[in-house]
Protein backbone atom coordinates (compact mmCIF):
# COMPACT_ATOMS: atom_id res chain seq x y z
CA UNK A 1 0.00 0.00 0.00
CA UNK A 2 0.85 3.36 -0.70
CA UNK A 3 -0.56 4.82 2.62
CA UNK A 4 0.11 3.94 5.96
CA UNK A 5 -3.16 2.26 8.23
CA UNK A 6 -0.80 0.71 10.20
CA UNK A 7 0.99 3.33 12.68
CA UNK A 8 -0.68 3.62 16.37
CA UNK A 9 -1.61 7.44 16.63
CA UNK A 10 -1.12 9.01 19.63
CA UNK A 11 -4.33 11.16 20.28
CA UNK A 12 -3.73 12.31 23.66
CA UNK A 13 -3.98 16.05 24.04
CA UNK A 14 -4.73 16.09 20.47
CA UNK A 15 -8.50 17.36 20.58
CA UNK A 16 -10.00 13.68 20.64
CA UNK A 17 -12.95 12.85 22.56
CA UNK A 18 -12.45 9.35 21.24
CA UNK A 19 -9.29 8.64 23.68
CA UNK A 20 -10.23 11.64 26.23
CA UNK A 21 -13.53 10.39 26.72
CA UNK A 22 -15.33 7.23 28.26
CA UNK A 23 -19.02 7.51 26.81
CA UNK A 24 -20.43 5.42 29.91
CA UNK A 25 -21.57 6.42 33.39
CA UNK A 26 -19.39 4.95 36.04
CA UNK A 27 -17.00 2.79 33.63
CA UNK A 28 -13.31 3.48 33.96
CA UNK A 29 -10.03 1.45 32.79
CA UNK A 30 -8.42 -0.79 34.93
CA UNK A 31 -4.92 -0.36 35.78
CA UNK A 32 -2.49 -2.03 33.48
CA UNK A 33 -4.57 -1.42 30.35
CA UNK A 34 -4.66 1.07 27.52
CA UNK A 35 -7.50 2.55 26.02
CA UNK A 36 -8.61 0.60 22.92
CA UNK A 37 -11.02 3.59 21.14
CA UNK A 38 -13.64 2.04 19.55
CA UNK A 39 -16.99 4.04 19.76
CA UNK A 40 -17.53 7.30 18.50
CA UNK A 41 -17.09 7.35 14.43
CA UNK A 42 -14.00 8.56 13.68
CA UNK A 43 -10.77 6.84 12.33
CA UNK A 44 -7.59 6.22 14.38
CA UNK A 45 -5.76 6.90 10.90
CA UNK A 46 -4.10 9.84 9.43
CA UNK A 47 -5.65 11.42 7.01
CA UNK A 48 -4.88 11.90 3.81
CA UNK A 49 -1.60 13.61 2.74
CA UNK A 50 -3.24 16.08 0.18
CA UNK A 51 -5.41 17.41 2.52
CA UNK A 52 -2.75 18.07 4.99
CA UNK A 53 -0.84 19.81 1.85
CA UNK A 54 -4.22 22.25 0.97
CA UNK A 55 -4.22 23.32 3.96
CA UNK A 56 -0.56 24.21 4.75
CA UNK A 57 -0.84 25.74 1.70
CA UNK A 58 -3.52 28.52 2.16
CA UNK A 59 -2.49 29.11 5.66
CA UNK A 60 0.88 30.47 4.20
CA UNK A 61 -1.88 33.22 2.92
CA UNK A 62 -1.69 35.58 6.41
CA UNK A 63 -5.53 37.11 5.23
CA UNK A 64 -8.78 34.78 6.03
CA UNK A 65 -11.23 37.80 5.38
CA UNK A 66 -15.03 37.05 3.98
CA UNK A 67 -15.22 34.96 1.05
CA UNK A 68 -17.09 32.46 -1.37
CA UNK A 69 -16.79 29.51 -2.26
CA UNK A 70 -14.48 28.85 -5.59
CA UNK A 71 -15.09 26.78 -8.75
CA UNK A 72 -12.39 24.61 -7.56
CA UNK A 73 -14.69 23.53 -4.66
CA UNK A 74 -17.62 22.59 -6.96
CA UNK A 75 -15.65 20.99 -9.62
CA UNK A 76 -13.93 18.85 -7.19
CA UNK A 77 -17.65 17.36 -5.82
CA UNK A 78 -18.69 17.00 -9.41
CA UNK A 79 -15.41 14.86 -10.32
CA UNK A 80 -15.81 12.96 -6.95
CA UNK A 81 -19.61 11.77 -7.56
CA UNK A 82 -18.82 11.46 -10.94
CA UNK A 83 -15.82 8.74 -10.25
CA UNK A 84 -16.85 7.16 -7.07
CA UNK A 85 -20.87 7.07 -7.86
CA UNK A 86 -20.91 7.12 -11.55
CA UNK A 87 -23.33 10.61 -11.37
CA UNK A 88 -23.84 12.46 -14.88
CA UNK A 89 -24.52 15.65 -15.46
CA UNK A 90 -24.18 17.15 -11.62
CA UNK A 91 -24.04 20.61 -11.60
CA UNK A 92 -23.22 23.55 -9.22
CA UNK A 93 -26.63 25.11 -8.45
CA UNK A 94 -27.69 21.74 -7.07
CA UNK A 95 -24.53 21.62 -4.64
CA UNK A 96 -25.27 23.55 -1.43
CA UNK A 97 -22.45 23.67 2.10
CA UNK A 98 -23.90 22.12 4.90
CA UNK A 99 -21.89 22.85 8.25
CA UNK A 100 -23.01 19.12 8.68
CA UNK A 101 -25.38 16.42 7.46
CA UNK A 102 -27.94 16.54 10.71
CA UNK A 103 -27.96 20.31 10.05
CA UNK A 104 -29.28 19.35 6.41
CA UNK A 105 -31.79 17.10 8.06
CA UNK A 106 -33.36 19.52 10.68
CA UNK A 107 -33.41 22.63 8.04
CA UNK A 108 -35.05 20.06 5.93
CA UNK A 109 -37.52 18.65 8.18
CA UNK A 110 -38.63 22.14 9.50
CA UNK A 111 -38.96 23.40 5.96
CA UNK A 112 -41.59 20.20 5.75
CA UNK A 113 -42.82 19.58 8.47
CA UNK A 114 -44.88 21.40 11.11
CA UNK A 115 -44.39 20.68 14.97
CA UNK A 116 -45.66 17.80 16.11
CA UNK A 117 -45.93 16.35 13.10
CA UNK A 118 -44.30 12.24 12.10
CA UNK A 119 -41.44 11.50 10.57
CA UNK A 120 -40.31 7.97 9.06
CA UNK A 121 -37.22 6.24 9.97
CA UNK A 122 -35.75 3.08 9.78
CA UNK A 123 -35.12 1.29 13.26
CA UNK A 124 -32.30 0.54 14.05
CA UNK A 125 -31.72 4.31 13.93
CA UNK A 126 -28.46 6.35 14.38
CA UNK A 127 -29.22 8.38 17.33
CA UNK A 128 -27.74 12.10 15.57
CA UNK A 129 -31.48 11.32 13.81
CA UNK A 130 -33.08 10.57 16.71
CA UNK A 131 -31.66 13.71 18.96
CA UNK A 132 -32.38 16.19 15.69
CA UNK A 133 -35.61 15.50 14.68
CA UNK A 134 -37.11 15.27 18.28
CA UNK A 135 -35.27 18.19 19.00
CA UNK A 136 -37.22 20.15 16.70
CA UNK A 137 -40.18 19.11 18.48
CA UNK A 138 -41.42 16.62 15.56
CA UNK A 139 -42.93 12.74 16.49
CA UNK A 140 -40.18 9.63 15.15
CA UNK A 141 -42.27 6.90 13.70
CA UNK A 142 -40.29 3.78 13.68
CA UNK A 143 -40.37 0.84 10.91
CA UNK A 144 -38.11 -1.44 11.82
CA UNK A 145 -35.57 -3.35 9.77
CA UNK A 146 -35.29 -7.08 10.37
CA UNK A 147 -32.54 -9.70 9.71
CA UNK A 148 -33.77 -12.22 7.25
CA UNK A 149 -32.67 -15.94 7.33
CA UNK A 150 -29.45 -15.36 5.59
CA UNK A 151 -28.82 -12.49 8.78
CA UNK A 152 -29.09 -9.68 6.12
CA UNK A 153 -30.90 -6.26 7.28
CA UNK A 154 -34.32 -6.01 5.45
CA UNK A 155 -36.75 -3.23 4.98
CA UNK A 156 -40.25 -3.85 5.17
CA UNK A 157 -41.97 -1.94 2.48
CA UNK A 158 -45.62 -2.94 3.40
CA UNK A 159 -44.43 -1.48 7.15
CA UNK A 160 -42.95 1.26 6.19
CA UNK A 161 -46.54 2.07 3.89
CA UNK A 162 -48.57 1.41 6.71
CA UNK A 163 -46.90 3.83 9.27
CA UNK A 164 -46.59 6.26 6.71
CA UNK A 165 -50.50 6.04 6.23
CA UNK A 166 -51.24 5.55 9.43
CA UNK A 167 -49.98 9.01 10.54
CA UNK A 168 -50.17 11.20 7.74
CA UNK A 169 -46.30 11.38 7.04
CA UNK A 170 -44.80 13.30 4.20
CA UNK A 171 -40.96 12.98 5.27
CA UNK A 172 -38.58 10.35 5.76
CA UNK A 173 -35.15 10.17 6.88
CA UNK A 174 -33.30 7.60 4.64
CA UNK A 175 -30.01 5.86 5.48
CA UNK A 176 -27.03 4.56 2.75
CA UNK A 177 -25.53 2.81 3.21
CA UNK A 178 -27.27 2.48 6.84
CA UNK A 179 -26.02 3.41 10.19
CA UNK A 180 -25.39 1.46 12.63
CA UNK A 181 -26.04 -2.11 10.69
CA UNK A 182 -23.76 -1.32 7.69
CA UNK A 183 -26.01 -2.93 5.71
CA UNK A 184 -25.45 -1.28 1.70
CA UNK A 185 -28.67 -1.10 -0.33
CA UNK A 186 -29.17 -2.86 -3.29
CA UNK A 187 -30.66 -0.54 -6.27
CA UNK A 188 -33.81 -2.51 -6.28
CA UNK A 189 -34.20 -1.76 -2.53
CA UNK A 190 -33.76 1.58 -3.04
CA UNK A 191 -36.38 1.55 -6.25
CA UNK A 192 -39.12 -0.08 -3.32
CA UNK A 193 -38.45 2.45 -0.99
CA UNK A 194 -38.45 4.95 -3.16
CA UNK A 195 -41.88 3.45 -5.33
CA UNK A 196 -43.10 3.63 -1.26
CA UNK A 197 -42.33 7.09 -0.88
CA UNK A 198 -43.57 8.53 -4.28
CA UNK A 199 -47.11 6.94 -3.73
CA UNK A 200 -47.29 8.84 -0.20
CA UNK A 201 -45.96 11.96 -1.24
CA UNK A 202 -42.84 12.02 0.84
CA UNK A 203 -40.04 14.28 0.47
CA UNK A 204 -36.94 12.25 1.33
CA UNK A 205 -33.60 13.14 2.85
CA UNK A 206 -31.28 10.52 2.00
CA UNK A 207 -28.09 10.83 4.43
CA UNK A 208 -25.45 9.09 2.22
CA UNK A 209 -22.10 9.97 4.34
CA UNK A 210 -21.17 6.49 4.08
CA UNK A 211 -20.81 5.86 0.71
CA UNK A 212 -17.40 6.04 0.33
CA UNK A 213 -16.68 3.39 3.17
CA UNK A 214 -17.53 0.13 1.65
CA UNK A 215 -16.72 -2.69 2.16
CA UNK A 216 -15.49 -6.35 0.25
CA UNK A 217 -16.13 -4.57 -3.12
CA UNK A 218 -19.74 -3.05 -2.29
CA UNK A 219 -21.20 -0.69 -4.23
CA UNK A 220 -23.31 2.65 -3.60
CA UNK A 221 -26.01 3.43 -5.49
CA UNK A 222 -26.49 7.01 -5.04
CA UNK A 223 -31.23 7.58 -3.71
CA UNK A 224 -31.16 9.98 -6.78
CA UNK A 225 -30.49 7.75 -9.54
CA UNK A 226 -33.03 5.10 -9.39
CA UNK A 227 -35.63 7.36 -11.02
CA UNK A 228 -36.50 10.71 -11.94
CA UNK A 229 -39.23 10.86 -9.44
CA UNK A 230 -36.18 9.90 -6.73
CA UNK A 231 -34.42 12.58 -8.25
CA UNK A 232 -37.02 14.92 -7.88
CA UNK A 233 -37.80 13.97 -4.33
CA UNK A 234 -34.70 13.28 -2.56
CA UNK A 235 -32.22 15.50 -0.65
CA UNK A 236 -29.22 13.99 0.27
CA UNK A 237 -26.60 14.63 2.22
CA UNK A 238 -22.48 14.04 1.63
CA UNK A 239 -19.64 14.77 3.12
CA UNK A 240 -15.99 14.29 3.11
CA UNK A 241 -15.56 13.86 6.99
CA UNK A 242 -16.76 10.62 7.94
CA UNK A 243 -14.70 9.18 4.62
CA UNK A 244 -11.62 11.22 5.69
CA UNK A 245 -11.67 11.68 9.22
CA UNK A 246 -12.66 15.76 8.87
CA UNK A 247 -15.63 16.07 11.49
CA UNK A 248 -13.43 18.49 13.11
CA UNK A 249 -12.82 20.81 10.52
CA UNK A 250 -16.87 20.86 9.82
CA UNK A 251 -17.92 20.81 5.80
CA UNK A 252 -20.63 18.59 4.37
CA UNK A 253 -22.87 19.46 1.26
CA UNK A 254 -26.54 18.33 -0.11
CA UNK A 255 -27.44 17.67 -3.38
CA UNK A 256 -30.59 18.54 -4.44
CA UNK A 257 -31.95 19.01 -7.90
CA UNK A 258 -35.86 19.80 -7.54
CA UNK A 259 -35.31 23.60 -7.27
CA UNK A 260 -38.63 23.74 -5.22
CA UNK A 261 -36.90 21.44 -2.57
CA UNK A 262 -33.49 23.52 -3.11
CA UNK A 263 -35.11 27.04 -2.02
CA UNK A 264 -37.36 25.64 0.63
CA UNK A 265 -33.88 23.97 2.44
CA UNK A 266 -31.51 26.86 1.78
CA UNK A 267 -34.35 29.56 3.28
CA UNK A 268 -34.85 27.35 6.22
CA UNK A 269 -30.97 27.03 6.82
CA UNK A 270 -30.70 30.91 6.31
CA UNK A 271 -32.64 31.70 9.33
CA UNK A 272 -29.94 30.60 11.59
CA UNK A 273 -27.41 32.14 9.65
CA UNK A 274 -25.00 29.00 10.91
CA UNK A 275 -24.41 27.50 7.76
CA UNK A 276 -21.02 29.24 6.77
CA UNK A 277 -18.57 27.54 5.27
CA UNK A 278 -15.17 27.57 7.15
CA UNK A 279 -12.13 28.92 4.59
CA UNK A 280 -9.81 25.82 5.46
CA UNK A 281 -12.73 23.44 5.27
CA UNK A 282 -13.27 24.34 1.54
CA UNK A 283 -9.51 23.79 0.69
CA UNK A 284 -9.99 20.96 2.88
CA UNK A 285 -12.05 19.11 0.31
CA UNK A 286 -10.41 19.94 -2.29
CA UNK A 287 -7.41 18.54 -0.85
CA UNK A 288 -9.59 15.43 -0.10
CA UNK A 289 -11.16 15.01 -3.57
CA UNK A 290 -7.64 15.29 -5.76
CA UNK A 291 -7.01 11.39 -7.47
CA UNK A 292 -4.43 10.91 -4.15
CA UNK A 293 -7.36 11.35 -2.33
CA UNK A 294 -9.13 8.44 -4.67
CA UNK A 295 -6.42 5.95 -4.23
CA UNK A 296 -6.44 6.43 -0.22
CA UNK A 297 -10.16 5.51 0.12
CA UNK A 298 -9.26 2.83 -1.61
CA UNK A 299 -6.65 1.58 0.52
CA UNK A 300 -8.65 2.65 3.41
CA UNK A 301 -11.79 0.23 2.12
CA UNK A 302 -9.14 -2.35 1.98
CA UNK A 303 -8.23 -2.24 5.58
CA UNK A 304 -11.44 -1.48 7.02
CA UNK A 305 -12.53 -4.56 4.99
CA UNK A 306 -9.90 -7.00 6.51
CA UNK A 307 -10.66 -5.17 9.78
CA UNK A 308 -14.64 -6.45 10.02
CA UNK A 309 -13.74 -9.94 8.29
CA UNK A 310 -11.27 -10.59 11.25
CA UNK A 311 -13.62 -9.31 13.57
CA UNK A 312 -17.19 -11.24 12.37
CA UNK A 313 -15.44 -14.11 11.93
CA UNK A 314 -13.83 -13.59 15.42
CA UNK A 315 -17.18 -13.51 17.05
CA UNK A 316 -18.60 -16.15 15.16
CA UNK A 317 -16.22 -18.22 16.55
CA UNK A 318 -15.45 -17.23 19.81
CA UNK A 319 -18.45 -15.14 21.46
CA UNK A 320 -21.54 -17.70 22.04
CA UNK A 321 -24.31 -16.14 22.45
CA UNK A 322 -23.41 -12.39 20.24
CA UNK A 323 -25.48 -12.13 16.79
CA UNK A 324 -24.22 -9.57 13.91
CA UNK A 325 -24.72 -9.22 10.35
CA UNK A 326 -21.78 -8.67 8.60
CA UNK A 327 -21.71 -5.55 7.47
CA UNK A 328 -21.44 -4.13 4.41
CA UNK A 329 -19.90 -0.48 4.47
CA UNK A 330 -19.34 1.98 6.83
CA UNK A 331 -16.29 0.54 9.93
CA UNK A 332 -19.12 -0.12 12.18
CA UNK A 333 -19.98 -3.30 14.10
CA UNK A 334 -23.66 -3.69 15.52
CA UNK A 335 -23.74 -6.71 17.87
CA UNK A 336 -26.49 -7.92 19.49
CA UNK A 337 -25.93 -9.71 23.06
CA UNK A 338 -29.23 -11.29 23.82
CA UNK A 339 -28.78 -14.33 24.33
CA UNK A 340 -25.06 -14.37 26.05
CA UNK A 341 -26.61 -11.65 28.64
CA UNK A 342 -29.01 -14.21 29.41
CA UNK A 343 -27.08 -17.16 29.62
CA UNK A 344 -24.74 -15.57 31.55
CA UNK A 345 -27.14 -13.67 33.81
CA UNK A 346 -25.72 -10.11 33.22
CA UNK A 347 -26.70 -7.24 31.93
CA UNK A 348 -26.50 -5.01 29.93
CA UNK A 349 -24.50 -1.90 31.87
CA UNK A 350 -22.29 -4.84 33.09
CA UNK A 351 -21.11 -6.16 30.03
CA UNK A 352 -20.63 -2.62 28.83
CA UNK A 353 -18.31 -1.76 31.60
CA UNK A 354 -16.35 -5.00 31.66
CA UNK A 355 -15.36 -3.98 28.01
CA UNK A 356 -14.29 -1.02 28.97
CA UNK A 357 -12.65 -2.05 32.15
CA UNK A 358 -10.59 -3.90 30.09
CA UNK A 359 -9.67 -0.80 27.83
CA UNK A 360 -11.76 -1.67 24.89
CA UNK A 361 -13.76 1.71 24.53
CA UNK A 362 -16.91 0.73 22.80
CA UNK A 363 -20.68 2.67 22.39
CA UNK A 364 -23.53 1.28 24.30
CA UNK A 365 -25.90 0.74 21.48
CA UNK A 366 -29.28 0.34 22.72
CA UNK A 367 -29.86 4.31 22.24
CA UNK A 368 -30.13 2.76 18.22
CA UNK A 369 -33.37 1.28 19.24
CA UNK A 370 -31.76 -2.19 19.89
CA UNK A 371 -32.22 -3.63 23.81
CA UNK A 372 -29.09 -5.79 23.87
CA UNK A 373 -26.84 -3.97 21.30
CA UNK A 374 -23.44 -2.91 21.21
CA UNK A 375 -21.90 -0.91 18.44
CA UNK A 376 -17.75 -0.67 17.91
CA UNK A 377 -15.78 1.29 15.86
CA UNK A 378 -13.19 -1.08 13.55
CA UNK A 379 -11.45 2.06 11.18
CA UNK A 380 -8.07 1.51 13.49
CA UNK A 381 -4.82 -0.61 12.72
CA UNK A 382 -5.84 -4.27 12.63
CA UNK A 383 -2.96 -5.08 15.20
CA UNK A 384 -4.97 -3.18 17.83
CA UNK A 385 -8.54 -4.47 16.61
CA UNK A 386 -6.66 -7.77 17.39
CA UNK A 387 -5.58 -7.02 20.56
CA UNK A 388 -8.84 -5.75 21.30
CA UNK A 389 -10.95 -8.75 20.56
CA UNK A 390 -8.21 -10.82 22.45
CA UNK A 391 -9.45 -8.87 25.55
CA UNK A 392 -13.25 -9.34 25.14
CA UNK A 393 -12.21 -12.91 24.69
CA UNK A 394 -10.22 -13.10 28.15
CA UNK A 395 -11.87 -10.51 30.29
CA UNK A 396 -15.55 -10.20 28.74
CA UNK A 397 -17.49 -12.89 27.06
CA UNK A 398 -15.83 -15.78 29.11
Not at 374 to 383: D, G, K, V
Amino acid sequence: MKYDFTTIMDRNGKDSIAVDLIPFPNAEVQEGFSKIPMWIADMNFATAPTIQEAVIERVKHPAFGYFSPTSEYFDSIINWQKVRNGVEGLTQDAIGYENGVLGCVSSAAQAFTAPGEAVLLHSPTYVGFTGTIEGIGRKIVHSDLYRDADGVWRMDYEDMDKKIKENHIHFAVFCTPHNPTGRVWEREEIEKAMEVYKNNDVVVVSDEIWSDLLLNGSKHIPTQSVSEDAKNRTIAVYAPSKTFNLAGFIGSYHIIYNSYLRDRVRKQASQSHYNSMNVLSMHALIGAYRPEGQQWVDELCETLSENVNYAYDFIQENFEGVSLAKPEGTYMLYIDCEEYCKKADITMDELIRKGISAGVIWQDGRPFHRPYAIRLNLALPNSLVREAFERLKKYVFI
